[in-house]
């Protein structure tokens, strides 16, 4: 049975840094598509980035691109989420995900239907 369990959010001023991370245990992820949500106060969850296990493409959301790194660890079985330049609209519950590779199309990435798992999520809040 998979898990995921992520950690490391917490309340940062902007501008500062945070590291959250993805426990992921149950399977191998050798053959997963791993993303990173979150859903802002009031609004939908939304795609942030993913990272495919194997070769580790990576794919972001334009909102976050160049400010967020997205990798993974695979001694550890984790994924992280590097996250610089924070700003007050990042403030949300971040949550992480896994499924299969079932698409070559990294478009389907971004969907939350692509995702059979999901960790519980973890709170970030920016402060201005």
């Known amino acids: 049975q998979v898990q995921l369990v992520e950690s490391g959010g917490g309340l940062v001023q902007a501008g500062g840094s945070l590291r959250l991370s993805c426990a992921a245990s149950?399977?191998?992820?050798?053959?997963?598509?791993m993303g990173w949500f979150r859903r802002p106060p009031g609004k939908e969850r939304e795609f942030v980035a993913s990272?495919?296990?194997?070769?580790?493409?990576?794919y972001y959301a334009d909102s976050v691109k160049g400010r967020f790194t997205i990798s993974r660890d695979n001694a550890k079985n984790t994924v992280y989420l590097q996250m610089n330049s924070l700003k007050p609209e990042d403030t949300a519950v971040y949550y992480c995900?896994?499924?299969?590779?079932?698409?070559?199309?990294?478009?389907?990435?971004?969907?939350?239907?692509?995702?059979?798992?999901w960790g519980p999520g973890t709170q970030v809040t920016v402060s201005s």
């Open positions: 149950g399977r191998t992820f050798s053959n997963y598509i």
């Open positions: 995900a896994a499924a299969p590779r079932r698409s070559v199309y990294s478009t389907t990435y971004r969907y939350t239907r692509f995702y059979d798992h």
């Open positions: 990272i495919i296990w194997s070769d580790g493409s990576t």
